[in-house]
């Protein structure tokens, strides 16, 4: 009996002793109950081999994540940077700033530019151009040729670019994103005098490329989890597990040409909710009941 309550006492001792470590595994004071497991350690499973003779179906479809709504929050917020969060467009560009030219931006799916360009159209310049721009007392519009930069903050929405493919060799219908743009809205040039807002796009990036990023990245612990703050997902598992609200800007089509140039306002929701019914019941039809 004595021999089990020594061992109690040494179960209880070294638990202690777990407990002192983990208050301050490097010398400060932690900020919680535990030490948080970072993302860096989770693997990163690469995409799964994929033949041209094994692809059955594909579609290309580009689609709009609007940051204001509830379910894209974590993808917007913080707006300043914290201890353990960072917002996607924090993490995009504190990534530039650490690879350098290392990673590609494209403004389309042909041309790169270099990563210094497209951290500089997330940057406010140190002048009052923008101000006049912002209070509306902006009169003369000669040379304003480009869109004014903007802050991180101001990125109101991504696009992303997908193909839905049938994997004939699998029995398996997926999605596989192929690029990310960050959407800005930013004020243009004006012929009459007054500013105008629009959505510009800053630049493309090659989501294969950036996975690693999405899933390792800069911010320790993942994005914010409302349900329970222990399970924090990362931006790639956002992604890859649709856990996104979006509607669909663009099919492959004879024309090239989005939604928004031949409806608007009800009618090209209309139009994109036909589009994704359709990617729906493709997916259906496949299986037999």
Not at 45 to 73: T, W
Not at 125 to 144: F, I, T, V
Request: proline content about 6%; hydrophobic content about 35%.
């Amino acid at each position: 009996m004595r021999y089990f309550h020594l061992l109690f006492m040494l179960g209880l001792l070294a638990s202690g002793q777990a407990q002192v470590q983990s208050v301050s595994p490097s010398g400060g004071v932690l900020d919680g109950a535990f030490v948080p497991r970072s993302n860096r350690t989770k693997q990163l499973l690469p995409y799964p081999p994929l033949d041209e003779s094994h692809v059955l179906y594909v579609k290309r479809v580009e689609r709009r994540i609007p940051l204001n709504e509830k379910l894209n929050h974590p993808l917007f917020f913080p707006v300043q940077e914290t201890a353990d969060r960072q917002s996607l467009i924090q993490l995009i560009l504190s990534t530039l700033d650490e690879s350098s030219s290392s990673i590609s931006i494209y403004q389309s799916t042909e041309s790169p530019t270099a990563a210094k360009e497209f951290k500089n159209s997330a940057r406010v310049p140190q002048d009052s151009a923008r101000d006049r721009l912002l209070s509306y007392e902006w009169n003369d519009c000669q040379g304003l040729n480009t869109p004014e930069v903007v802050l991180p903050s101001e990125v109101v929405a991504f696009d992303i670019k997908e193909d839905w493919i049938f994997d004939k060799h699998r029995s398996q219908w997926y999605c596989r994103i192929i690029g990310i743009s960050p959407v800005a809205m930013q004020f243009f040039d004006c012929p009459g005098g007054i500013p105008k807002k629009g959505l510009n796009n800053l630049g493309w990036l090659y989501f294969p490329e950036w996975r690693h990023v999405f899933q390792h990245g800069y911010a320790s612990a993942g994005t914010f989890n409302p349900y329970n703050d222990t399970g924090r997902p990362t931006f790639l598992e956002l992604f890859e597990d649709r856990r996104f609200s979006s509607y669909i800007i663009k099919e492959s089509n004879v024309y090239d040409r989005s939604i928004s140039t031949y409806a608007k306002g009800e009618e090209a929701l209309l139009e994109s909710e036909r589009i994704k019914n359709e990617l729906f019941t493709m997916e259906h039809d496949l299986w037999h009941y």
